[in-house]
């Protein structure tokens, strides 16, 4: 069990869902025969972000909400932790930033609780987008810089590249331009040393943003392509779909009318395909 669920870590990271789900599904069998509440939880909430990524709400939703259960049954702060966090980033996704950050700022709590900071700020970085969602930039700027001071702290790379980007979003909403391109490029360039497709992808999809903010179409439109190039191979529907859509909008106003309704309408197939599972 214990090595089937490193196999399926691995897959996840990798990007190879199939796998991912096949080794971890396989090693939860396992553990459940076993009885070992903790490791039950967390293979769980690994299935539970694998169903997040290909799309698959429901199924993300009901596993990370057996993984808190069980977790909580088995008084594991760690893992209940790992469950909210699950489920204020799907709430996020589906569209409800109130409930993300009741389930974030619980998620927050209990990391701090066990001593995880490197956890704990992450979930402050989450709490940051969500205040971008709502609208209130001055609360989304201090919470992500100090998000990203704290990952500076701590030396870790992955989480000040996330950092970056979140931080880069806030910079392009209240249009500082420059500020969002040089954070998204250090991030990109983070991705870099780290293999990271996931940070890639959303590092390119936002400078492909700044770029035609800026009017200029073309280089808007090579980044998001090698952003949806990524975003396929990683398998993230949701990210695809909205690739696809600021494709749209560069074709559009680039005055490329009959390939932005393509590419919009692709997009909108993608997403009704997600809402029906």
């Known amino acids: 069990a214990v090595a089937?669920?490193?196999?399926?870590?691995?897959?996840?990271?990798?990007?190879?869902?199939?796998?991912?789900?096949?080794?971890?599904?396989?090693?939860?069998?396992?553990w459940?025969?076993?009885g070992d509440e903790a490791r039950i939880a967390s293979c769980l909430g690994d299935l539970g972000a694998g169903a997040h990524i290909r799309g698959d709400y429901p199924a993300a939703r009901s596993l990370y909400a057996e993984a808190l259960e069980v977790a909580e049954h088995?008084?594991?702060t760690q893992r209940m932790a790992l469950a909210l966090s699950g489920l204020g980033r799907l709430a996020l996704h589906q569209g409800d930033p109130e409930q993300a950050t009741a389930y974030y700022t619980d998620s927050m709590a209990r990391f701090r609780d066990v001593g995880d900071l490197r956890r704990a700020t992450l979930i402050l970085g989450n709490l940051g987008v969500v205040a971008t969602h709502l609208g209130d930039l001055e609360l989304a700027r201090q919470r992500l810089e100090e998000h990203l001071s704290n990952a500076r702290l701590l030396g870790d790379l992955k989480l000040t590249g996330g950092a970056m980007t979140n931080l880069g979003v806030v910079a392009y909403q209240i249009g500082d331009l420059d500020w969002a391109a040089d954070l998204h490029?250090?991030?990109?360039?983070?991705?870099?040393?780290?293999?990271?497709?996931?940070?890639?992808?959303?590092?390119?999809?936002?400078?492909?943003?700044?770029?035609?903010?800026?009017?200029d179409y073309l280089t808007a439109a090579r980044f998001h392509l090698s952003s949806l190039d990524l975003a396929e191979s990683i398998g993230e529907r949701r990210s695809i779909a909205e690739i696809l859509e600021e494709l749209a909008g560069v074709e559009s106003a680039a005055g490329?009318?009959?390939?932005?309704?393509?590419?919009?309408?692709?997009?909108?197939?993608?997403r009704e395909d997600i809402d029906r599972k």
């Open 74 to 76: 088995a008084g594991d």
């Open 32 to 34: 459940r025969e076993l």
């Open 256 to 270: 490329s009318a009959e390939r932005a309704a393509t590419l919009f309408g692709a997009s909108q197939a993608l």
């Open 4 to 30: 089937l669920d490193g196999a399926g870590q691995l897959a996840a990271v990798q990007a190879d869902q199939d796998a991912q789900r096949s080794a971890q599904e396989t090693s939860l069998a396992i």
């Open 185 to 215: 490029q250090q991030a990109l360039d983070l991705s870099g040393q780290l293999g990271d497709g996931r940070l890639a992808c959303v590092a390119m999809t936002n400078l492909g943003l700044v770029a035609a903010q800026r009017q």
